[in-house]
């Protein structure tokens, strides 16, 4: 079977340092951004023939659209990674409700779009694993991020539910909630090196490598979704 993973918000951050892992790894990888030139550049610098793509995950023909172009270029997706999200931090009676509908679609309707559409082709196969990205902030909450928390915390419950739904399909699906400082760092080497003692890198094939900084949840049986919570050491911030 071919190692096709896509990565929704492989542009930047987690997501490309997960695209980075995964090509390292051997994988075919669809990156995927709402801006298909950040796109194309987070493809290229992985060299080999990966591909980028362009979707807003809010909108379900857009993300129906770039599946179907991803089976088409790349093969079908076996492995999904759900990496897009934003927030619009503010006290709950500043938000704008617009805020609030736009930090929900993304961050939660958004992964369950592309875990619904990737499911079609996993549940056919009889194998898959998905790992989406949430936050610690949607285990914990914080002040001025109250949207921002429900969506993550929503995306949490989504995950665990699923994971029992598709279990008998041999298909795992897993979360890893990362430290806000985490989340927010852009830098590629520092994304890399934080998840050495906490999983933030998606591994998905059913082994731990503890250098690489494996998720140890996706290596468990379906029906089971780990939570990771991710919180590097000032040491590894910096290393």
Known sequence: MDKVCAVFGGSRGIGRAVAQLMAQKG???????????????????????????????????????????????????????????????????????????SQLHTNLLGSMLTCKAALKTMIQQQRGSIVNVGSIIGLKGNSGQTVYSASKGGLIGFSRALAKEVARKKIRVNVVAPEYNLLQRKNLRYCLKGANHTGIMAAFEGRCQDREGVNR???????????????PSPAEMYL
């Open 27 to 101: 994988y075919r990888l669809a990156i995927i951004a709402r801006n298909l030139e950040l796109a194309k550049a987070a493809a290229g610098d992985l060299g080999g023939d990966h591909l980028a793509f362009s979707c807003d995950v809010a909108k379900e023909r857009d993300v129906q659209n770039t599946f179907e172009e991803m089976e088409k270029t790349l093969g079908r997706v076996n492995f999904l990674v759900n990496a897009a999200g934003i927030n619009r931090d503010s006290l709950l009676v500043r938000t704008r409700t617009e805020d609030m509908v």
């Open 217 to 231: 949840g996706l290596t468990l049986r379906p029906g089971f979704c780990s939570v990771q919570h991710c919180n």
